[in-house]
């Protein structure tokens, strides 16, 4: 019985050593096996028998190992700054310019202060894509020149959120603008719309610096400039190029604040600590709520409520356009069991109406019992703007009222306004035939409305020279900056504005 045992301990050794020295699947003879080396980065090294250590196992030091391996940090960057210094992979540029930059940031500690406290919330979001797509970590700080990391940003040329997209361009990355939310100031979706616009500039032109000028300037632009210097025989780098100002400054300002983050202590910055952590989690919304109600379940101030969901537009969160919203990390558990317990009442005391006629903002206060301050407040209508057929409106929810706002209405509803006109009273000399017809149809009215004015039929006739009543169309004068319905500003190619490049971009 001795003997067999140990026979049978000798195959179970052998059977285990020939497991342990057998190359894996698709690694036979000399083909690369990948090796981590630290963040997204890996190298290849030839492959062997497996090295089976003999006693206990210890750290290997990175001087102790091979010329064609590296040895994995055992721990991640201590916190964010550090983690994105560690991917910058774009090309240095060095001239007067950036150290213009420098000095200009430098010397505002309190600005370069309240940025990157700002950029907290949603930075760890972008260096996660960036590194998930292998893009150059200089990226994340895109923002700082953008927005200032206000994802409630908007520039006078109408370009919006915290990578400043315009509504064209916004609408070419999937980003959708309606009465309820504007996408391209949800981080999510403006983070990941900023990205591929990036990668494909990047496709474009195979230049860093080149990518980020289209960013700004345009893509047709900085192909025109590309095409000039080529036809005269000059240089085609970012610095060869004749073009606007913003845009001949717009990379130096990256470089300025990725030098300050590289070396913050040769530039007197304090950077706030930003953990190597998620900051927000991503929770699902599966029927309408309030956007009050679901920060008080959430337990997160208003402010910053808004602050992860700039998007929303209005007082009430629509679950068939929206979906989800952002919560810091703690907060998102705090939300859903908070959820599941409420049953104090409504979670949507909004809900919407589609306006059947055209109408003004008293008429539909009327008619949906409320009043016209309120209206107008709630869904921002401004003074003397009449409300067009088919608008939706924001309106009180009945308590009996349970379902919630269909797919359609919230995924594409839209307010549209238009100016209000006033009539003014008047007459007019009849001819020899005229008609209760004939005068509507001289004045643009309806033979309803000239009969009514004049008290007669709608087949009534006037005599020659009899003074008719009319009322005529007196439009009223609406300042441009009421109008929901205006053409975005074009690109001043040859005489730029304040902020050409502004204009020019993401179009």
Not at 140 to 158: D, M, T, W, Y
Not at 221 to 244: E, F, H, K
Not at 291 to 309: G, H, I, Q, S
Request: hydrophobic share 40%; aromatic share 8%.
């Amino acid at each position: 019985m001795k003997s067999l045992l140990q026979a049978a301990g000798l195959a179970l050794a052998l059977l285990l050593a020939g497991c342990a020295s057998t190359p894996p699947s698709g690694s036979e003879g000399s083909a690369p096996v990948s090796t981590a080396i630290g963040e997204g980065q890996s190298v290849s090294r030839p492959a062997g028998p497996a090295a089976v250590p003999s006693g206990p196992l210890k750290p290997i030091e990175p001087a102790a190992s091979t010329g064609t391996t590296s040895v994995a940090a055992l721990e991640p960057p201590a916190d964010l700054w550090e983690r994105i210094r560690r991917g910058f992979a774009m090309p240095r540029l060095d001239n007067d310019l950036v150290r213009q930059q420098e000095q200009w940031y430098a010397s505002r500690p309190d600005y370069m202060q309240r940025m990157t406290d700002r950029s907290r919330k949603y930075l760890f979001h972008i260096v996660e894509e960036l590194e998930r797509r292998g893009m150059p970590s200089e990226l994340a700080l895109l923002p700082f020149i953008e927005s200032a990391f206000n994802p409630q940003a908007v520039s006078s040329a109408r370009a919006a959120g915290m990578w400043q997209f315009m509504p064209g361009t916004g609408r070419d990355y999937d980003l959708k603008q309606n009465f309820f939310r504007d996408d391209r100031r949800d981080v999510l979706a403006s983070t990941r719309a900023a990205l591929d616009y990036l990668q494909k500039l990047y496709g474009m032109f195979g230049d860093w610096h080149l990518a980020l000028a289209a960013y700004n300037w345009g893509e047709g632009s900085v192909g025109r400039a590309i095409a000039a210097n080529q036809r005269r025989g000059l240089g085609t780098r970012y610095t060869d190029l004749n073009m606007p100002n913003e845009t001949r400054n717009y990379v130096p300002k990256l470089q300025a604040v990725k030098n300050i983050i590289a070396s913050p202590d040769q530039f007197r910055a304090d950077l706030p600590v930003i953990e190597n952590h998620p900051y927000f989690d991503v929770v699902s919304i599966d029927r309408d709520i309030d956007l009050l109600l679901a920060a008080k379940l959430a337990d997160v101030p208003v402010e910053d409520f808004k602050a992860l969901n700039p998007h929303l537009n209005r007082p009430v969160i629509l679950a068939a356009g929206t979906g989800q919203i952002l919560l810091p990390w703690d907060n998102a558990k705090v939300f859903s069991r908070n959820l599941s317990a409420y049953s104090q009442g409504q979670f949507a005391s909004w809900t919407v109406w589609t306006v059947p006629g055209t109408m003004s903002a008293t008429e539909a206060a009327r008619r949906v019992g409320w009043s016209e301050a309120e209206l107008r407040t709630v869904n921002t209508i401004p003074p003397r703007m009449l409300i067009k057929a088919g608008s939706v409106l924001v309106v009180p929810r009945s308590p009996s009222k349970q379902e919630d706002v269909a797919g359609d209405v919230a995924d594409k509803g839209q307010l549209a306004l238009a100016p209000e006109v006033t009539l003014r009273k008047s007459t007019i000399k009849a001819g020899k035939h005229d008609t209760v017809t004939t005068i509507a149809r001289r004045i643009h009215a309806t033979p309803a409305q000239v009969a009514e004015w004049n008290n007669v039929g709608v087949s009534a006739a006037f005599r020659a020279g009899q003074q008719v009543v009319v009322y005529t169309q007196v439009r009223t004068r609406v300042s441009a900056a009421h109008s929901t319905k205006r053409a975005a500003p074009r690109a001043a190619a040859k005489a730029p504005a304040r902020k050409p490049a502004q204009k020019a971009k993401r179009r």
